[in-house]
């Protein structure tokens, strides 16, 4: 099992940054791949940033240039840098751990991004 635990959220205005925080904690060896995903309202959720473990990133396009996703392996926690923040990236943010046969997802975390 996998616990995720997310921080890291909060209001910012357009234009603003904020750093995403998703600590592992459990059987975080069998982790092979590391994301962030975002839900906004009636919308079904969606993968914004992946990283794996062996440091492939990738990005969801409208991010792309904006964001970054990184990783802390001696802290077991990764990381969503957002910067040039949009009100369109208002949305509750899930981070997301891909093990064989097994997937965990932390609670989420608001971000809104409102002048």
């Known amino acids: 099992q996998v616990r995720l635990v997310e921080s890291g959220g909060g209001l910012v205005q357009p234009g603003g940054s904020l750093r995403l925080s998703c600590e592992a904690s459990?059987?975080?060896?069998?982790?092979?791949?590391m994301d962030w995903h975002r839900q906004l309202p009636g919308q079904q959720r969606r993968l914004v940033a992946r990283i794996t473990s062996s440091g492939t990133t990738i990005y969801e396009d409208s991010v792309k240039g904006r964001f970054t996703i990184s990783r802390d392996k001696a802290k077991n926690t990764w990381y969503l840098e957002l910067n040039s923040l949009k009100p369109e990236d208002s949305a509750v943010y899930y981070c997301y751990a891909g093990a064989p046969f097994h997937e965990y997802w932390g609670e989420g975390i608001q971000v809104t991004v409102s002048s």
């Open positions: 459990g059987d975080i060896l069998s982790i092979n791949t």
